[in-house]
């Protein structure tokens, strides 16, 4: 298997309204086939993006969190390509994602958790790695007690996509909306 990585795009992004966008901006890279696995930690972001990428190919939502569900299809609203959506945090293999019976050919597949579990069953696919920056805190006195208050939930995320495999051999460039 092909598994030769491209020039990865990064992104910062300082809001959860522009993970959302940048979702949007996504989608429009994706089509029937593709697969997104998305990695970072808890709460960093990665159903929020996926909420853009749902809103991107206009498939009907809500895209929640799927935690519940392992994997929930968002039908298309307008005849194009559904969105499955996969919550991998509980599985621990490339094995048990291939039990979920995932159309993969006809849908545009994202997994959250989903990294390192691909061996085998895709050829290609984008990983978006979405990270909160922690280095600010570290310089401990440098941080008043004021600004010690401020809800870091809201920090800006550093969200760096990179291509995998023949599919996106000319990279993963999202362009910046007009
Ligand atoms: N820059 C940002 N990007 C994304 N989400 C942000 C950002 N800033 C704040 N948030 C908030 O972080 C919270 C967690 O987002 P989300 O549920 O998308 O994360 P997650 O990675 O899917 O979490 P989990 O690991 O539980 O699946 C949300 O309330 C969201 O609004
Ligand atoms: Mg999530």
Known sequence: MSTASHAPTVRCVATAEEMHQLGRELARLL?????????????????TLTRGIGEGLDV??????????????????SGGTPLVHVDAYRLSSAL?????DIDFARSVVVVEWGAGMLDGVAESWLEVAIERPTGA?????????????VDQVDEPRTVTITGFGPRWAQGPDVVDPA
């Open 31 to 47: 089509r029937a086939g593709d697969l997104v696995v998305l990695s970072g930690p808890l709460g960093a972001g990665k159903t």
């Open 60 to 77: 009907r939502g809500p895209v929640t969190s799927p935690t519940f569900v392992l994997a929930r299809t968002h039908p298309s609203l």
């Open 96 to 100: 048990e994602l291939d039990d979920l």
């Open 137 to 149: 805190d570290q310089s401990g006195d440098a941080v008043s007690g004021d600004e010690a208050d």
